[in-house]
Nanobody, 119 residues
Framework: QVQLVESGGGLVQAGGSLRLSCAGS????????LGWFRQAPGKGREFVAS????????NYEDSVKGRFTISRDGVKNAVYLQMNSLKPEDPAVYYC????????????WGRGTQVTVSS
């Protein structure tokens, strides 16, 4: 079983930055992909970014490319989402998720952290 706990959400002005953190309960995520998703009010949950634990290969949704950076810390077993140049369309609950490399389904989810952007 994998437990994920997000932190770092909050209120920021448009154009500002936030760094989200996700702490994982596993001793090693070597066979996992970690990711971030978001869900705005009235919308479905959408993919934001992912990182493969071994090799750190990353993938981003088009609207966040060049603004958001996903990274991981193998010592702390944590994954981060650095969000720069935040836009009015970025506010949402941001969720950390994990899946094994061999499975396409994201099986493990955190409870989410709220990101609000003021204009």
């Amino acid at each position: 079983q994998v437990q994920l706990v997000e932190s770092g959400g909050g209120l920021v002005q448009a154009g500002g930055s936030l760094r989200l953190s996700c702490a994982g309960s596993r001793r090693s995520f070597s066979s996992y992909v970690l990711g971030w998703f978001r869900q705005a009010p009235g919308k479905g949950r959408e993919f934001v970014a992912s990182i493969r634990w071994i090799g750190s290969m990353t993938n981003y949704e088009d609207s966040v490319k060049g603004r958001f950076t996903i990274s991981r810390d193998g010592v702390k077993n944590a994954v981060y989402l650095q969000m720069n140049s935040l836009k009015p369309e970025d506010p949402a609950v941001y969720y950390c998720a994990a899946r094994t490399i061999s499975v396409a389904t994201w099986n493990y989810w955190g409870r989410g952290t709220q990101v609000t952007v003021s204009s």
